[in-house]
């Protein structure tokens, strides 16, 4: 956040490149999360106070979004669309601690415009390989404490904005197996990793979480497999591989 007592406003930058927040856009309300990196936020620290207040300080505030490294979005003059509210985040250092998260509606009840699908895109890839570079320490605790909701955006087309660190995750504990055919993964990428895709069991178009427990690795075939055929008994062979992965780790 970035106030200017000049032209009494503050101006919010959701910068998706870097992972630590989990801001989000659930409908047309924008859920932003306040400042402090390390320990509990509080609502009175330096411009999260200008921002619970904002109602009453007569302050503007203004919305950029961050989808490519230095490349700023606006996306409109917001307000407070409800009170702020307390949820649980992982700080720099990976520790749980409890944030304060804003809702945030664009003013004048307008619609949030609509975004480019290669913006998307964009800061989805660079978003995985962050996630790729971190340990398996560090990835469990982001994976395990990530949002369950995936964000739904309005593109072209409709998209889901799925969360790194579950994908990521899911790919780690296969460890190249697919986890419906179990044969190894067909090729490697690039990176020389095994080619895998995520697939969300329950899926997202119909509700499903994005979360460790929904999510699993399949190879290419048997994801659009999946989607073609949607069987019964292939979804609860992947649940089972999924309850037994986890269950192994207690």
Request: aromatic share 8%.
């Amino acid at each position: 956040m970035r106030r200017s007592l000049r032209t009494n406003s503050l101006v919010l930058v959701s910068d998706h490149t870097k992972a630590l927040y989990e801001d989000r856009w659930e409908g047309d309300v924008f859920h932003y999360t306040g400042m402090g990196r390390i320990g509990d936020q509080k609502l009175d620290f330096q411009q999260n106070k200008t921002l619970a207040e904002s109602s009453t300080n007569g302050v503007d505030i203004y919305l950029f979004e961050v989808f490519r490294e230095n490349e700023y979005v606006f996306m409109g003059q917001v307000e407070l669309a409800g009170q702020p509210y307390q949820g649980e985040q992982l700080d720099i250092e990976n520790n749980l601690r409890l944030v304060w998260i804003f809702p945030l509606r664009l003013k004048g009840n307008t619609k949030p415009i609509e975004i480019p699908q290669e913006w998307i895109e964009a800061k989805n890839q660079y978003r995985e390989q962050k996630a790729k570079k971190l340990s398996d320490e560090e990835l469990n605790a982001r994976a395990k404490h990530a949002s369950k909701k995936a964000v739904k955006r309005s593109t072209s087309t409709t998209s889901y904005e799925r969360d790194p660190y579950v994908s990521e995750y899911a790919k780690r504990w296969a460890n190249g197996i697919c986890q419906l055919c179990d044969k190894e993964a067909p090729f490697k990428d690039k990176n020389g990793n095994p080619y895998l895709e995520t697939h969300h069991i329950e899926w997202l178009s119909r509700g499903g979480d994005d979360t460790i427990e929904n999510t699993i690795a399949l190879c290419p075939n048997c994801h659009k497999k999946m989607h073609i055929l949607d069987r019964k008994s292939d979804v609860e062979k992947l649940k089972k591989r999924v309850r037994d992965h986890l269950l192994s780790l207690m």
